[in-house]
């Protein structure tokens, strides 16, 4: 079986049932097929992990600017500013 667009890839999936129609309904209720349904789900989750990652990754060509940038921020009065308000986090 031939894909259309070489770009797509296929998913089989298993589940319950009791999961299937879960999805179905869902799928439904906003207007999309089970799949798109499926696929955007998954997509958001994955944004939200990567999105809590605290790794920030940075191609090689720039990896050396960017530890400089890290290593000289700014010194002007807006930084000094924010740098002297409260955190929420900080007793």
């Given at each position: 079986?031939?894909?259309?667009?070489?770009?797509?890839?296929?998913?089989?999936?298993?589940a319950?049932?009791?999961v299937?129609?879960?999805i179905?309904?869902?799928?439904k209720l906003?207007?999309?097929?089970?799949?798109?349904f499926i696929v955007?789900?998954?997509?958001?989750?994955?944004?939200?992990?990567?999105?809590?990652?605290?790794?920030?990754?940075?191609?090689?060509?720039?990896?050396d600017?960017?530890?400089?940038?890290?290593d000289q921020?700014?010194?002007?009065?807006?930084?000094?500013r924010?740098m002297?308000?409260?955190?929420?986090?900080?007793?």
């Amino acid at each position: 079986m031939s894909n259309a667009n070489p770009s797509m890839r296929t998913v089989r999936l298993k589940a319950s049932d009791e999961v299937w129609s879960l999805i179905d309904r869902a799928a439904k209720l906003r207007g999309q097929t089970s799949a798109e349904f499926i696929v955007g789900a998954a997509q958001g989750a994955a944004e939200d992990v990567l999105a809590d990652c605290p790794v920030a990754l940075v191609p090689a060509s720039s990896y050396d600017h960017y530890l400089q940038i890290l290593d000289q921020p700014p010194r002007n009065d807006g930084f000094r500013r924010l740098m002297r308000v409260e955190k929420p986090w900080q007793d």
